[in-house]
């Protein structure tokens, strides 16, 4: 097979670039064309990570990095053999893209700006000879009798040899209609990565105040996490509501995103340690007034909410901590429970669970089970990832591979 052949990239986003990148380093002498609807290249790598794009975690292990993938982790592992993380950061590295890794794992380009992300791909881009055809909505996508793919636009149409299909998350499955006439599995898209909102809960006064270490569970459910959690005037966020909402982000939809979250607002702590905590504060510090004690480090304006919701007033001496008092108290702080109506779009980072179901796609190749020739990559598959670069890894991963294999 000549490598002459006409391979269209349908989508101008992350996934698209890397995988028109990819397929023109693969294969030089193919014709790669990249059809974006819209005016822009790259928008949501623009905006990504407030701005500054965070384009991958420091997470090596390839085991390890799969357990941040609510959906996808079974398949990803084979993208992930060919092109993961430290791939990743070679990959800017070999094109003069400085990295730096945050104390989070997070990493960034060092110069805190996602253009130098944009302008890397844009470069690499035009110097391999990759087309761009902005303003150019692919809408439908035919096979001809030749065994090749018609791409329809708006007045015109396109006759090509591959598609790799790169046109993000979207809150409705229609523009992928055409893969049912291929008997494409779609799974029905929900949102994921959003925070919760709490417009009954006082805690919402305590906005601005961030516990470094929670556990965080969906009650009724086998949901968990742990990290940082942050008030906010709506409700809550942070990591440890973030991965939550990512984990759970079928279920929450289903129960229409009213339920219960219980905090456990000191880590792992179990009741059997809380509990001997106190005993030992109310023995050393019998006389200190409780308000004024606070033997957790919790921040003192969250400790007095957490006292008064124990209906323990702040100026009651510890000596006075007794029998059902003790138990509330220490049901508060490892099991305190907030009613969840609604979420929030996480500004940071959003992504869509749902698009094309993966059994379908072989993730050696990332090409259609259904479909010889086509292939997918990025977020349109039914893959997403938690906070902190991994929605990008994986569009990175997924995009390379395609490419690589196109031909
Ligand atoms: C605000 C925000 C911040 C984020 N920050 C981060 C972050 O810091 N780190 C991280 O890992 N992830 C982040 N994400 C998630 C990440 O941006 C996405 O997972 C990633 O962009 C997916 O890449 P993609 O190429 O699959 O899709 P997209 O980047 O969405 O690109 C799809 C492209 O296809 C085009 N398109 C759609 N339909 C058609 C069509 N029919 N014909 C032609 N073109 C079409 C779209 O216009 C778009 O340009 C963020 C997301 C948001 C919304």
């Given at each position: 097979?000549?490598?002459s052949k006409?391979?269209?990239?349908?989508g101008?986003?992350?996934?698209?670039?890397f995988?028109?990148i990819?397929a023109k380093?693969h294969?030089?002498d193919a014709?790669?064309?990249?059809?974006e609807?819209?005016?822009?290249?790259?928008?949501?790598?623009?905006?990504?990570?407030g701005?500054?794009?965070?384009?991958?975690?420091?997470?090596?292990?390839n085991?390890k990095?799969l357990?941040?993938?609510?959906?996808?982790?079974?398949?990803?592992?084979?993208?992930?053999?060919q092109?993961?993380?430290?791939?990743t950061?070679?990959?800017f590295k070999?094109?003069?893209?400085?990295l730096e890794?945050l104390?989070?794992?997070?990493i960034?380009?060092?110069?805190?700006?996602?253009?130098?992300?944009?302008?890397?791909?844009?470069?690499e881009?035009?110097k391999?000879?990759v087309?761009?055809?902005?303003?150019?909505?692919?809408?439908?996508i035919?096979?001809?009798?030749?065994?090749?793919?018609?791409?329809i636009s708006l007045n015109e149409?396109?006759?090509?040899?591959r598609v790799?299909y790169?046109?993000g998350g979207?809150p409705?499955?229609?523009?992928?209609h055409?893969?049912q006439n291929?008997?494409?599995?779609?799974i029905?898209p929900?949102?994921?990565?959003?925070?919760?909102n709490?417009?009954?809960?006082p805690v919402?006064?305590?906005?601005?105040i961030?516990?470094?270490?929670t556990?965080t569970?969906?009650?009724g459910?086998?949901?968990?996490?742990?990290?940082?959690?942050?008030i906010?005037h709506?409700?809550?966020?942070?990591?440890?509501i973030?991965k939550?909402?990512a984990?759970g982000?079928r279920?929450?939809a289903?129960?229409?995103y009213?339920?219960?979250?219980?905090i456990?607002?000191?880590?792992?702590?179990?009741?059997?340690?809380?509990?001997?905590?106190?005993q030992e504060t109310?023995?050393?510090?019998?006389?200190k007034?409780m308000?004024?004690l606070n033997?957790f480090?919790?921040?003192?304006?969250?400790?007095?909410?957490?006292?008064?919701?124990?209906?323990?007033?702040?100026d009651?001496?510890?000596?006075e901590l007794q029998g059902k008092?003790?138990?509330?108290l220490i049901n508060?702080l490892?099991?305190d429970?907030?009613q969840?109506?609604g979420k929030?779009?996480f500004?940071?980072?959003?992504v869509?669970a749902?698009g094309?179901?993966?059994s379908d796609?072989?993730?050696?190749?990332m090409e259609s089970?259904?479909?010889?020739?086509l292939?997918?990559?990025?977020?349109?598959?039914d893959v997403d990832?938690v906070?902190g670069?991994f929605?990008?890894?994986?569009?990175?991963s997924?995009?390379w591979?395609?490419g690589?294999n196109?031909?």
């Amino acid at each position: 097979m000549t490598n002459s052949k006409k391979i269209a990239i349908i989508g101008g986003g992350a996934a698209g670039f890397f995988a028109a990148i990819s397929a023109k380093e693969h294969h030089p002498d193919a014709e790669v064309t990249i059809y974006e609807k819209s005016a822009k290249v790259l928008s949501k790598v623009k905006v990504s990570g407030g701005g500054r794009c965070n384009v991958t975690h420091a997470c090596f292990d390839n085991k390890k990095l799969l357990s941040y993938y609510p959906r996808g982790a079974n398949y990803l592992r084979k993208t992930f053999e060919q092109f993961n993380t430290r791939s990743t950061i070679e990959w800017f590295k070999k094109r003069g893209v400085e990295l730096e890794t945050l104390t989070d794992n997070c990493i960034f380009p060092k110069s805190n700006s996602s253009q130098t992300i944009i302008d890397c791909f844009l470069n690499e881009a035009q110097k391999l000879g990759v087309v761009q055809k902005l303003q150019t909505p692919i809408n439908d996508i035919h096979l001809t009798s030749t065994d090749q793919f018609e791409l329809i636009s708006l007045n015109e149409s396109f006759i090509v040899d591959r598609v790799i299909y790169t046109t993000g998350g979207q809150p409705k499955n229609n523009s992928l209609h055409w893969l049912q006439n291929f008997k494409h599995e779609l799974i029905e898209p929900v949102p994921s990565l959003f925070t919760f909102n709490m417009p009954n809960e006082p805690v919402r006064d305590l906005m601005g105040i961030v516990v470094e270490e929670t556990t965080t569970k969906i009650e009724g459910t086998k949901l968990e996490a742990t990290g940082p959690l942050l008030i906010t005037h709506w409700g809550m966020s942070g990591p440890a509501i973030l991965k939550l909402s990512a984990f759970g982000a079928r279920l929450l939809a289903d129960k229409k995103y009213n339920f219960n979250v219980l905090i456990n607002w000191l880590h792992t702590q179990k009741e059997l340690e809380v509990r001997t905590n106190l005993q030992e504060t109310l023995i050393n510090h019998s006389e200190k007034k409780m308000g004024n004690l606070n033997p957790f480090g919790l921040s003192t304006r969250l400790w007095h909410f957490l006292l008064e919701k124990s209906n323990i007033s702040v100026d009651s001496k510890w000596k006075e901590l007794q029998g059902k008092k003790t138990n509330k108290l220490i049901n508060t702080l490892v099991n305190d429970r907030y009613q969840v109506s609604g979420k929030t779009t996480f500004k940071e980072e959003f992504v869509t669970a749902g698009g094309v179901g993966l059994s379908d796609v072989d993730f050696n190749t990332m090409e259609s089970r259904k479909v010889k020739g086509l292939f997918f990559a990025g977020e349109v598959l039914d893959v997403d990832g938690v906070t902190g670069g991994f929605n990008f890894q994986a569009a990175w991963s997924t995009g390379w591979v395609a490419g690589k294999n196109v031909i």
